[in-house]
Structures are given as C-alpha cells and as structure tokens.
C-alpha cells in the first residue's frame, strides 16, 4: 500500500506527462476515498 504522497508523487511524474502525451488537454481529476476496513481473497488484509 503507498500512501496518498507517494501516489501524488506518481501521478505528477508519471500519469500527468503521459496524459498529456496522449493528448488530453489536463491531468486527470483524482479523487480519493479512506477505507477503513477491507477483506482480501488470500485473507491476508
């Protein structure tokens, strides 16, 4: 799991420039939801 800078971090150097590249006239708007709890299949979470 990262945390919201280091995603933050990636997007600015990695999402933003290659939607750019591709065309689209701005970065894509993030939005972001805290999960307080969640299961996983391995049961590991």
């Known amino acids: 799991m990262q ?3 280091e995603f933050e ?3 600015a ?3 933003g ?4 590249e591709a065309g689209f006239p ?3 708007e993030i939005t ?3 999960v307080h709890n969640y299961d996983s ?3 590991l979470a």
């Open 13 to 15: 150097e990695q999402i």
């Open 3 to 5: 945390t919201r800078e």
């Open 26 to 28: 701005a970065p894509p």
């Open 32 to 34: 972001y939801h805290d």
């Open 41 to 43: 299949a391995d049961g």
């Open 9 to 11: 971090t990636f997007a």
């Open 17 to 20: 420039p290659l939607s750019a």
